[in-house]
């Protein structure tokens, strides 16, 4: 682009929202965020003071390799959100019910080469920061060294167009499932792993128990936050700081009267919020302190919930700091949102604020330019970039034929988040494309003006 061609005209409106987060103890903070909790916890009330990544769950494949969402669930807000915040954002592909197709496109070396250009498309098109795969479960030695190809070959499809792009999963807490994943490959490949420490007991188990003890007693084999970091760190060598601990907003309520006894009929999950209004119908609240993790039990002693609180939940944030851990991801943010406040959510916060928590925004050599929000627009349109080092840069808008139509910016930054408002003057609706340079980079997005 031709420097002398710039025509200098524009009014500037800049916003620097200065990085809140720090580098000092290096522990992430990992919030799924489920489509469907969208309408209890919207976009802008993510505390992202806390949260250091968002998980957007679920998108998935069918079995000729394209991916599917939830209807409604691509949101351009929740990531300009996030970005906004100075804080990423992965797309989450699988979850339970949702990975029935991963065998076959992974499998299949076709399939598999298609299914990963359409992730790397669909991260690219709605401006996600990496991949989180939750393949629940592989289950078959031939599942297993497909899903480590598969794996291996989305992160040279990811490097290819950024190396800063994030991959995760989210893995099984034992070896029923853990034995069908190849960790000692795997630990080269992804960020991190996020550890599903929960459902330890369900309707599934032959006696009621606790949805996530730190520890068991010896005549419960059914696992526990203990036992799973012996597993994963002591068995497969996955390194201590590439691992969450997981932290369940919710709990499980059975038809027994005591832990460890026989249950009968089904077992239901309840979200944090609604277990609070038991205790205020007179349950009693018991502490197991061998676990570290609280139940209730009704008054005729035939029903008990298991669950998490503020106590249970700040103690498995501070073993994942004493353990040297990565951090903690939670399933899931929104799910304790009670009269405006998240309890359980500001307990992790309150264990976090011993340390700092670890960034994973790009380094110095790159820069991020986003999508504009809203795009299409039709009266004003705000731009947000992130830069990893303090810079000169020119912000223009051009029209579809290179033409300078409007000049935003042009001088020096730091290192950080900014937006641009850009209100266009008398010009005709159609494409125009925002210029982001640098002395060392260019970066391009398009942009559709409709009056």
Not at 323 to 336: F, H, P, R, T, Y
Request: hydrophobic fraction near 40%; include cysteine; glycine fraction near 6%.
């Amino acid at each position: 682009m031709s420097r002398e061609r710039i025509i200098i005209f524009a009014t500037v409106v800049i916003m620097m929202i200065a990085s809140p987060v720090t580098a000092l103890g290096e522990k992430r903070v990992i919030g799924y965020y489920p489509h469907w909790l969208k309408s209890d916890l919207p976009p802008e009330k993510i505390d992202l003071n806390i949260l250091t990544h968002i998980i957007h769950a679920f998108a998935w494949p069918y079995s000729d390799g394209t991916i599917s969402t939830y209807a409604g669930m691509i949101d351009a807000n929740l990531n300009y959100q996030v970005h906004l915040g100075g804080k990423q954002i992965l797309v989450s592909l699988g979850g339970w019910g949702n990975s029935t197709a991963f065998a076959d496109v992974t499998g299949d070396a076709s399939l598999r080469s298609t299914f990963i250009s359409n992730i790397v498309n669909f991260v690219q098109q709605n401006d996600y920061d990496g991949v989180d795969i939750d393949w629940e479960f592989p289950s078959s030695l031939a599942d297993r060294e497909n899903l480590t190809l598969f794996m291996s070959d989305l992160r040279s499809a990811l490097d290819m167009i950024d190396s800063e792009y994030l991959l995760t999963m989210a893995i099984s807490s034992g070896n029923w499932y853990g034995q069908w994943f190849d960790y000692e490959k795997l630990v080269n490949i992804c960020d991190w792993f996020g550890v599903m420490t929960y459902d330890f007991h369900g309707g599934w188990s032959s006696h009621a128990g606790h949805n996530s003890p730190i520890s068991s007693p010896s005549n419960c084999s059914d696992g526990s936050v203990k036992t799973a970091l012996s597993y994963l760190r002591d068995q497969r060598y996955i390194p201590s700081t590439q691992l969450l601990i997981g932290i369940p907003f919710y709990g499980k309520m059975f038809n027994s009267p005591e832990l460890y006894e026989s249950f009968t009929g089904d077992v239901t999950d309840l979200v944090y919020h609604k277990i609070p209004s038991y205790i205020n119908a007179g349950w009693s609240r018991l502490w197991d302190d061998y676990s570290k993790v609280p139940y209730l039990l009704n008054s005729d002693a035939t029903k008990l919930i298991t669950y998490d609180d503020s106590i249970s939940v700040a103690l498995k944030t501070e073993k994942a700091i004493q353990e040297n851990l990565s951090g903690v991801m939670i399933w899931a943010i929104g799910q304790d949102l009670n009269n405006g406040r998240q309890p359980l959510l500001e307990a992790v916060g309150n264990s976090m604020r011993a340390v700092s928590v670890i960034s994973d925004i790009p380094s110095p050599k790159t820069m991020r330019l986003y999508n504009s929000y809203p795009n299409p627009f039709n009266s004003s349109t705000t731009i947000q970039f992130r830069i990893s080092q303090n810079s000169h840069l020119t912000l223009d808008i051009l029209d579809i034929n290179g033409g300078i139509v409007e000049k935003l910016f042009s001088g020096n930054l730091d290192k950080g988040s900014h937006s641009v408002t850009w209100n266009p003057p008398h010009i005709s609706s159609g494409i125009y494309f925002m210029v982001l340079q640098s002395n060392k980079n260019v970066m391009t997005n398009k942009l559709l003006y409709i009056k």
